[in-house]
């Protein structure tokens, strides 16, 4: 079992900066784990992921280039640097992390075991 709490969203104006931050507690050996976001009467959109190991990570299209996910796996946290914030990345953010012998797409948010509560993220035009 893995518990996840998120911290940093907040209201910043486009072109700023945010950075998220993911308190992991529990079994996070070998996992994935990552940033999904999501609005209203629209279904979960992936952001980024990284595995256990150095250099594995991954990003939706949108946020290429513009966000940064790092992982330190001795202290459980997995922060999400947001640079160049956009309008349309106003969201709910959720960290999540997927048990160790879970396959599947990273992409999927179907394929995620753990879940946090969420932080909203607004960015103002």
């Known amino acids: 079992q893995v518990q996840l709490v998120e911290s940093g969203g907040g209201l910043v104006q486009a072109g700023g900066s945010l950075r998220l931050s993911c308190a992991a507690s529990?079994?996070?050996?070998?996992?994935?784990m990552g940033w999904f976001r999501q609005t209203p009467g629209k279904e979960r959109e992936f952001v980024a992921a990284?595995?256990?190991?150095?250099?594995?990570?991954s990003y939706g299209d949108s946020v290429k280039g513009r966000f940064t996910i790092t992982r330190d796996n001795a202290k459980g946290t997995v922060d999400l640097q947001m640079n160049s914030l956009k309008p349309e990345d106003t969201a709910v953010y959720y960290c999540?992390?997927?048990?160790?012998?879970?396959?599947?797409?990273?992409?999927?948010?179907?394929?995620?075991?753990?879940w946090g509560q969420g932080t909203q993220v607004t960015v103002s035009s």
């Open positions: 529990g079994r996070t050996f070998g996992t994935v």
């Open positions: 999540t992390a997927r048990a160790v012998l879970t396959t599947g797409s990273i992409n999927d948010p179907a394929r995620y075991d753990f």
């Open positions: 990284k595995g256990w190991s150095f250099g594995t990570a």
